[in-house]
């Protein structure tokens, strides 16, 4: 069974670019998550997404956005980057019914906003 | 979103108990109080959850008070492995909807 993949790693991008991030979930999980982790700082919950719907929002503008696809991946979008968008982007699958709360992070990807 | 309070960091030694404490005095009814921890350099990674009851796995035990304000997460033996933050979050739970709100955690180092 494979675990949850995220890419890229580490990239850098200047005030105002837009990203796309990518997450690749545990096989057979329907339901994904994305999370703002600051430095020094908890992860903060962005959105879910379940069978390729947006299914729970935490307080981000309208800027953050997200896709999930038929085979579960799913992605990222960030516009207008602005400084304070630096941060480690976690992605985790978890399966409904299975085990509530119980989600699979991957090791996140590190962004940097110049 | 409920609110939790944990110690910024604390200390143990290998082969020890540790005794990690998290205040939810604010958690609805029907939350679950979920415990991760993140090693460095890793998103972070299940460890246990819980209602009402005491709960054990091969990982640890957690203890939730009966009026559920609080809760501690036993690390029956520290390892240098289990050096992490570990994080208590209340869990929003409504259908498939699994939200996990986390505060800035515990650091727990080990001693050899």
């Known amino acids: 069974e494979t675990g949850v993949t995220q890419s890229p790693t580490h990239l850098i991008k200047t005030r105002g670019q837009q990203v796309t991030l990518r997450c690749s979930s545990q096989?057979?999980?329907?339901?994904v998550s994305w999370y703002q982790q600051a430095l020094g700082q908890g992860p903060q919950f962005i959105f879910q997404?379940?069978?390729?719907?947006?299914?729970g929002r935490g307080n981000f503008p309208p800027r953050f956005s997200g896709l999930q696809f038929p085979n579960y991946s799913s992605e990222l979008n960030v516009n207008a980057l602005e400084l304070d968008d630096s941060a480690l982007y976690l992605c985790?699958?978890?399966?409904?019914?299975?085990?509530?709360?119980?989600?699979?992070f991957g090791e996140g990807s590190r962004l940097t906003v110049l | 979103d409920a609110k939790t309070t944990q110690p910024n960091s604390m200390e143990s030694n290998e082969e020890e108990p540790v005794h990690l404490p998290c205040n939810h005095s604010?958690?609805?009814?029907?939350?679950?109080i979920h415990w991760y921890r993140q090693l460095p350099s890793q998103g972070p990674e299940y460890v246990i959850h819980?209602?009402?009851s005491n709960v054990n796995n091969r990982m640890a035990s957690l203890a939730i008070a009966e009026d559920r304000k609080s809760s501690t997460l036993i690390l029956h033996r520290a390892t240098l492995r289990d050096a992490a933050v570990y994080y208590c979050?209340?869990?929003?739970?409504?259908?498939?909807?699994?939200?996990?709100?986390f505060g800035k955690g515990t650091l727990l180092t080990v001693n050899p």
């Open positions: 819980g209602l009402t």
């Open positions: 096989s057979g999980h329907n339901t």
């Open positions: 604010t958690i609805s009814g029907t939350d679950y």
């Open positions: 985790a699958s978890s399966l409904p019914g299975v085990a509530p709360g119980e989600l699979f």
């Open positions: 997404y379940y069978r390729e719907e947006e299914n």
């Open positions: 979050t209340p869990t929003a739970s409504g259908g498939s909807n699994y939200k996990l709100t």
